[in-house]
């Protein structure tokens, strides 16, 4: 599709915005998946500057419509992935149900000094040593997360493990210890700046940050992970029941004596 000619003054500084309605009609028309015109051909075809191409994208991209891939270019952004309620499987595990390719860009893998929310979560004395593992998680080479997992020392062996394309939970199993109950919930907040660079995001996008603890097989808390979601890439789904409204019985008033 070509761009419709007009003003071609960047001085109104709303020129992102007529490129904005081009690339909407582009997505209307188009199908997930489908690349999209890319910042220099947007900026020739409107006679703009490239960081005015961008800005546009950028926006569209902050709604979830378009989604950028690493050396690939822009693409009209497919549904985001949803998580059912119910049963935790592991980020791996739940890849390979739908048909993806997991793998994971390892960040660090190293014994620390755990933090106070560390101790908290995994009811650990100060000062105490815990195996922090943080990845950033993909599907397909899409950027999904940013995840960092503490686990208790008696975990430490996971490190022999492979932490790239393999499964943390099967490789603690492999161990002798078996994930079993998992707590957790859900906040949103922004994207920092290294966190958007890593997933591939404007700054300041939105992400959806799922915190839980997972027990072991005796009731023993062996994890405490954060999970930073791309919340334009991934959804949780939730299904509850609608608890019945109290009636509290009828209470007359007292008589007051005469």
Not at 4 to 21: D, M, V
Not at 61 to 82: K, Q, S, W, Y
Not at 104 to 123: G, H
Request: glycine share 6%.
């Amino acid at each position: 599709m070509k761009a419709s000619q007009g003003t071609r003054s960047e001085n109104s500084g709303l020129r992102y915005r007529e490129i904005e309605a081009w690339l909407r009609e582009i997505i209307l028309q188009g199908r997930p998946g489908e690349v999209i015109p890319s910042e220099v051909e947007i900026a020739a075809s409107f006679e703009v500057s490239r960081m005015t191409a961008r800005q546009a994208v950028l926006n569209l991209m902050r709604e979830g419509l378009v989604d950028r891939r690493r050396g690939a270019g822009t693409f009209i952004a497919d549904n985001p992935l949803h998580r059912r309620e119910g049963v935790l499987l592991s980020f791996t595990e739940d890849m390979k149900r739908r048909g993806m390719r997991p793998s994971s860009e390892l960040i660090s893998a190293k014994k620390e000094i755990a933090t106070p929310t560390d101790l908290k979560m995994l009811n650990l004395k100060d000062p105490s040593s815990v195996i922090v593992i943080k990845r950033l998680r993909l599907a397909d080479e899409t950027p999904l997360a940013i995840e960092r997992v503490a686990l208790i020392t008696k975990c430490q062996n996971v490190l022999e493990e492979d932490l790239v394309t393999g499964s943390l939970h099967n490789a603690l199993r492999k161990n002798g210890i078996e994930p079993t109950l998992a707590i957790g919930w859900l906040k949103a907040r922004l994207a920092t700046t290294q966190e958007a660079n890593r997933l591939d995001l404007p700054t300041k996008s939105p992400l959806l940050v799922e915190t839980r603890v997972i027990e072991d097989q005796f009731g023993t808390p062996i994890e405490h992970t954060e999970t930073a979601y791309a919340a334009n890439r991934y959804v949780v789904d939730i299904k509850l029941n609608c608890a019945p409204a109290v009636i509290a019985p009828y209470s007359p008033a007292p008589i007051e004596p005469a």
